[in-house]
């Protein structure tokens, strides 16, 4: 059983799933080592599913690193970025041009964990735990992974296309939609470190470099130097280009982007952090606690609507 293609066999595994499994279902609250009893394994099987899919795609380290991510902005992290409908109206859809992807992957840990555990561990939870192996096999810090999140049944286009944060969000702006995820300016921070691996498409930015007032104009505050460079690559609507958004050392989870980021270099951000001085408003953080404390903060932004077995018991 892959992860939820349609809504109602993801349903109907999560529902016999509670039955079986009353450790799972009386569960409250998220812990490390969530599935130790009924699914001893399970951090293993992701960790060697995601070392698998690596070495054969690598480029899919930034995206699945996504996946988590634009899961957890929209309804909290319940997996239901990976909902699917047979007239396209959910979540997933709302990203379609927009380089979301790596749910096969995702299938493909949910069937290895299934056949080890059937049942047992949730698609959000999974997601999470990508996250986590994606950080640590490009060279990131390991930390430990607080499980025992219960997927949502709900997943809406247009909640995602309200509730995710568009690129040319300013500070302001970022930081209230992170505040209200409780979500610090310093979470902030150490999330758009994640900006560490991966591509861009140039329309994310290609403002920046073409029409950033509206008058044929650049965005002065990016490097101009980096600016010619990018221009080099993304041409005006230029749909399709990718552009690695840590130029260099876009496959490894260091701390570079931070760097850029006071370079005046970042491809996002940029009317809003690139000042003279880098991060005004936002907190500094020692290199260390940059890395440690990355994605930890999205812990935090679990769903209500996700979390609760019980509510999925009485709605059905
Ligand atoms: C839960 O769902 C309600 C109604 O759809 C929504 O207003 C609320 O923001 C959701 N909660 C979270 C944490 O996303
Ligand atoms: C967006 O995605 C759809 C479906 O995959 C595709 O047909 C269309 O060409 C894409 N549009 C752009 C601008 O990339
Ligand atoms: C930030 O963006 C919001 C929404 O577009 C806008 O209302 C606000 O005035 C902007 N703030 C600054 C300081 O530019
Ligand atoms: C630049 O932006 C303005 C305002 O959004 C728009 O009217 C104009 O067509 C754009 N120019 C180009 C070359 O895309
Ligand atoms: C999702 O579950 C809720 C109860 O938690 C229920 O009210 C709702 O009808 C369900 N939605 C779908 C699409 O199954």
Same mark, same amino acid.
């Given at each position: 059983m892959a992860c939820p293609k349609l809504f109602l066999p993801c349903l109907l595994l999560q529902l016999t799933s509670l039955f079986l499994v009353p450790e799972v279902a009386h569960g409250q609250g998220l812990r490390v080592g969530f599935y130790q009893k009924a699914c001893p394994n399970a951090e293993a099987i992701v960790k060697e599913a995601i070392a698998q899919v690596l070495s054969v795609a690598p480029s899919l380290s930034g995206p699945l690193l996504r996946l988590h991510f634009h899961d957890c902005f929209v309804r909290g992290c319940e997996g239901s970025v990976l909902l699917d409908s047979p007239t396209h109206q959910t979540e997933k859809y709302a990203f379609r041009n927009h380089s979301l992807r790596g749910y096969e992957t995702i299938d493909r840990v949910k069937t290895a964990l299934e056949k080890a555990c059937p049942g047992i561990v949730s698609c959000a939870d999974i997601l999470a735990l990508v996250a986590r192996d994606i950080a640590v096999s490009t060279g990131g810090v390991f930390y430990d992974v607080e499980t025992g999140r219960r997927d949502g049944n709900v997943s809406i286009l247009t909640e995602a296309r309200r509730d995710l944060i568009p690129p040319t969000a300013n500070i302001t702006t970022l930081k209230a939609d992170f505040a209200k995820r409780g979500l610090s300016a310093k979470d902030l921070v150490v999330l758009s470190g994640g900006h560490t691996i991966g591509t861009s498409h140039c329309t994310a930015f290609s403002n920046r470099l073409y029409n950033f007032t509206g008058k044929s104009d650049a965005d002065p505050k990016l490097d101009s130097n980096y600016r010619a460079r990018l221009k080099l690559s993304c041409k005006p609507n230029d749909q399709t280009t990718l552009v690695e958004m840590d130029p260099g050392s876009a496959r490894t989870f260091d701390i570079k982007y931070f760097e850029l980021i006071a370079k005046r270099r970042p491809l996002?951000?940029?009317?809003?952090?690139?000042?003279?001085?880098?991060?005004?408003? $936002?907190?500094? %953080?020692?290199?260390?606690?940059?890395? $440690?404390?990355? %994605?930890?903060?999205?812990?935090?932004?679990?769903?209500e609507n996700g979390s609760d077995w019980r509510a999925h018991r009485n709605g059905w």
């Open positions: 996002y951000f940029g009317r809003r952090t690139s000042r003279r001085r880098p991060n005004q408003g $936002v907190p500094r %953080l020692p290199n260390q606690d940059r890395r $440690v404390h990355f %994605l930890q903060g999205l812990w935090s932004v679990d769903g």
